[in-house]
């Protein structure tokens, strides 16, 4: 009994005299208590060793007290700790508590602090009140309920894997962080964000703020900006996470990724991301930022996706990675532009840009009409769920016949673009996609312009792709003058603007004029059949018709000529038209063809559409109620 009682006289006057105790900073690898009792234990933590007393290290981990009963008289009570987490700070902390020191915790340390209790064994089990517990309650009271002090903390995470991940502190600060940003929008404040700039009215200089206070309203990706600072592992994680809480709408996550992609991968969007950074980090980060896509039709534009298909290419990522862009991409390519298709071709190609991808994201488009019409009404029910909606409008169909037509003027003047390539794409468009063929025919002649070397079967396959029944008044204009055309294109092009003249003249434009639509003579759309024949009989019988005149202009027959004049004055009134007009050139060499085999051979001097001589006079049937060159 008396041993007893003199042990814990000794414990009191032990703890009496540390309760004074720091510790304090002696030399640059050593740390010291400052109190009147000697160290008895000298602990080392990496490079620096700690000049403590056994008693209250002892009393509060259960680690050192294994470690003090390991040791021996000869190694003269020095531990050695190599892998404590967190290093020496985090061991500080510790010891600092086990001292009864006031220990100060924030997002910064408070994980190191936590890792190194649980290395160092201050269990509650120990000793009631230990570290471990008044750690997690500030977690739980503190940390986790802020929006701030939980995105630092889960950044602190990362250096002190695998601990961290055990201990589920990173769960608990994406569980954390993911409920925060699926509440409701009305119920955040502005302070949730941290690297926001702050409104006129909150700063007092809005020059219509009248001292009275305002509710903010909080849009609905508030906390986009906010992670974009995390690491990818950590920021794939929470957009799981909140995408599994079901509250957050695909627009809003694609949203996120948007701005995540744009600031974690440099050069992204400018084509020259290839060259800039870590280039597996980069691919890594792509492949990633795609599988995380919301499922929803719209959640991202289309032109963000046909951005992430350019770097995918530029990165040479996965080819999985890539059908899946070209699936997304073709059920919303109506939202496209020209710009947004030009993805440039890898190295090693001959072409500038990649038109493989284009035709492949088009097919994609195309399928989704062509998929709900062959299937059984099962398998509908799985399109529908990957391509909504099954069935293409009328008018997206329009939208993306002309997005064709304009990308296939733009990859025209690549030199080294094969024929087949050109025919297939502009093939993949039905023909009720296109109502007009202007767009068409100056892909086709910028074509034939830069690649002048293109045989008379070649001119004729790429010429057959176009109606002439489809041209507007000013691209009809432009064709008759184009002396890259085939001759039979030329005369196809006067032919039915005589019969549109004609039907005009005689009050039938509602069927036969401002539509464009099928004529009621007997000639076709341009087939191979009709490109091999030389001008016929009718089309002989339309240039009598006509005759020149000085300008290199051609006017219709005297009768027409008379009521031309007469239309001067009321050309509503009169119901007749002029003629259009053919260069002599053209019309010396279609009347010389008669009863030879020749073409016309290509040439330059012709300009692209709309781009003809202002001064030669131009009026053709129903002008104003034709489509423009565009």
Request: aromatic share 6%; proline share 3%.
């Amino acid at each position: 009994m008396i041993v007893i009682l003199w042990q814990l006289f000794l414990s009191i006057a032990i703890l009496s005299q540390l309760s004074c105790a720091r510790l304090s900073l002696r030399l640059s690898c050593d740390r010291f208590v400052a109190t009147e009792l000697a160290t008895d234990i000298i602990v080392h933590v990496g490079e620096v060793k700690f000049h403590l007393h056994k008693f209250p290290l002892l009393s509060k981990s259960a680690r050192l007290q294994k470690l003090v009963a390991a040791t021996n008289d000869e190694s003269n009570n020095e531990i050695h700790i190599l892998n404590v987490p967190g290093g020496p700070a985090a061991f500080e902390i510790c010891a600092k508590f086990c001292y009864g020191m006031t220990v100060i915790l924030n997002a910064y340390n408070v994980v190191a602090a936590r890792c190194a209790a649980e290395y160092l064994e201050m269990h509650e089990s120990v000793e009631k009140g230990n570290l471990i517990y008044k750690i997690e309650v500030f977690l739980d009271t503190s940390i986790f309920r802020s929006w701030k002090d939980s995105i630092i903390v889960l950044q602190t995470t990362k250096s002190l894997l695998p601990w961290s991940e055990d201990l589920k502190l990173v769960s608990h600060c994406i569980d954390s962080i993911a409920s925060k940003a699926s509440i409701d929008a009305s119920m955040v404040e502005w302070s949730y964000t941290y690297n926001r700039k702050k409104l006129p009215s909150e700063n007092g200089l809005d020059t219509q703020w009248n001292g009275v206070k305002k509710q903010q309203s909080v849009p609905k990706d508030w906390w986009v900006e906010d992670l974009c600072e995390l690491e990818m592992d950590f920021y794939r994680r929470l957009i799981m996470a909140i995408k599994a809480k079901g509250r957050m709408s695909g627009k809003v996550i694609g949203e996120a990724l948007k701005a995540y992609t744009y600031r974690r991968i440099r050069g992204f969007g400018r084509g020259s991301l290839i060259h800039e950074g870590d280039v597996m980090k980069s691919r890594s980060l792509l492949e990633t930022i795609i599988w995380l896509l919301p499922a929803e039709k719209g959640s991202v534009s289309c032109s963000f996706l046909l951005k992430l298909l350019t770097a995918a290419s530029l990165l040479d990522s996965g080819e999985m990675g890539k059908k899946e862009l070209i699936k997304r991409i073709g059920r919303q390519l109506e939202e496209a532009s020209v710009p947004d298709l030009l993805i440039p071709s890898m190295s090693g190609e001959d072409t500038v840009y990649d038109t493989n991808m284009v035709l492949s994201i088009v097919e994609e488009f195309v399928m989704q009409d062509s998929g709900a019409a062959h299937t059984s009404p099962k398998a509908s029910e799985v399109l529908e769920e990957t391509r909504s909606p099954a069935i293409v409008s009328g008018s997206s169909k329009i939208s993306v016949a002309k997005l064709v037509d304009g990308y296939l003027a733009e990859i025209a003047k690549d030199p080294k673009l094969p024929l087949s390539k050109f025919v297939d794409l502009a093939e993949m468009m039905s023909a009720d996609s296109r109502p007009v063929h202007d767009g068409l025919y100056r892909a086709i002649d910028r074509y034939l312009k830069e690649h002048p070397g293109l045989s008379k079967s070649e001119r004729k396959k790429i010429c057959g792709l176009m109606d002439c029944k489809k041209l507007s008044a000013d691209a009809c204009s432009h064709a008759v003058q184009n002396e890259r055309l085939p001759l039979r294109a030329v005369v196809q092009v006067l032919f039915f603007e005589q019969v549109r003249a004609a039907a005009t003249a005689a009050g039938r434009t509602e069927n036969c004029g401002g539509s464009y639509g099928s004529s009621s003579s007997g000639v076709t759309t341009n087939t191979e059949d009709d490109w091999d024949g030389l001008p016929t009989v009718e089309d002989f019988k339309l240039l009598k018709s006509m005759k020149l005149v000085g300008g290199g202009e051609s006017e219709r027959s005297s009768d027409s000529n008379a009521a031309s004049k007469n239309q001067g004055n009321d050309r509503a009134g009169n119901g007749k038209v002029k003629g259009i007009m053919m260069p002599k050139k053209i019309l010396g060499k279609l009347l010389s063809s008669k009863g030879q085999g020749g073409e016309n051979t290509s040439s330059d001097t012709s300009g692209s559409p709309g781009s003809a001589n202002p001064d030669e006079p131009k009026s053709t049937p129903l002008r104003n109620t034709r489509y423009s060159v565009s």
